[in-house]
């Protein structure tokens, strides 16, 4: 194992008493705030793309992937009917095995794979409400969140920082704080517990994370080649004026994939004024194969079917649970198979567990009853459901949950 798996598995047992609600977000609990599901994104994505300057390479790539449908499935795919998911599947096998050699262009990715990833980061940027303008559901849904729930999100947006910002509900974005780091031959860690936070992890990555790594190997060599510190980049060099901070926070293993991963603040500003075709958003693509670019955010998976054995409230809000995302099948699985069978009738701690919750938007029969295909794990005798969205009833619901849960 690395060096943060052991110290995570070695941290498990104490960590694992700390733990309270769990929560599941898609991109269905973005949406009443004004940004675009998956068929609006792709239709902009293209559009943008289109008009650019890497449209002949977006529009090269698409055409490839289309040719490739349709003579080995017989499907008769046009540019308006392209899965987006697997079309960004395509282009990731493609770079991941070095199909194009020497014409593979970065680690981050081949040409079309980074002009969409910094087209997502821009349109879900324009599109995201900016502080002070956040509607009030988040706003009431970022205090009802206690110290030590487990958000995973699988959404790139900042909306869900900017509702717990605004509020003051203190979190991080990693799974956990340390305050001492063991390096060496079975290297471990002490973690540190002192803090009482929400834990929030972007399974998928982020709008506003950016690697450092990169940039910062390329200055080491341009010092020790007797040249000034300091290049140019569209996120980290000295030119530019953006308010970064680290993602992960105190002590971190030397191999932690995110130990140089910032946030910028003003995101906004970035996307206003920059290309990032040299440094585009850390985020993993929309693509059925994305689990094959997970390393950064492999942590953040680190015991996650150990959960819901001890957590007193389950709640699943807009993720639809699509082709796309099959792996995560096997994940909540086993989380919500956990949470529904331990502990259920008599409780622990003092404390019982409240039905796992299940909030989407559905509005005929013939929807409602595909979700529950989708979730056919779920001991429906234990949970509840809610097809409106994510409103003030739905709010209501995950309030309701939660005060039980703490209760007990």
Known sequence: MIASEQSTSRSFPEAHKRRFGVFVLGAGFSAPAGLPLAPELWAEVRRKAQLGRGSGRF????????DFR??????????????FEDFMAFLDVEHYLGLRGSDTLSDDGNETQILVKTLIGQILTERTPQMGKIPDIYLRFAEMLQPNDLVLTFN?????E???????????LFPERYSIIHDGYAPFAECDNSHEEVIVLKLHGSVDWFDRKRYRKFDDYRVAEGLPAGHFHPVFGPERNLHTVPVVDGPRFPDDPLREMHRVLNV?????GSSLSLAPPS???????????????????????????????????GFSLSGADDYVRQVLYRIVKNYQNSYWKDGVLDRKKSPL???DFRRSAKDKEDFRRRYAFVNWSRARTYFNGLDQKALELLGNAQQYCGNG
Request: aromatic letters at 14%; a negative charge; hydrophobic letters at 40%.
């Open 156 to 160: 790139y947006d900042v909306l869900l």
């Open 268 to 272: 906004e500003e970035l996307y206003r």
């Open 59 to 66: 529009d090269d790539d698409l055409r490839a992937y289309i």
């Open 357 to 359: 919750v299940l909030v």
């Open 162 to 172: 900017r509702a717990l910002e605004t509020v003051g509900t203190p979190f991080r």
């Open 283 to 317: 985020l993993l693509s929309p693509s059925s194969a994305k689990i094959l670019y997970s390393r950064k955010q492999r942590d953040f998976w680190w015991g996650l079917s150990q959960w819901g054995f001890l957590n007193f409230g389950m709640s699943i809000i």
């Open 70 to 83: 349709n003579v080995c499935y017989r499907e008769g795919l046009t540019p308006e009917t392209v899965n």
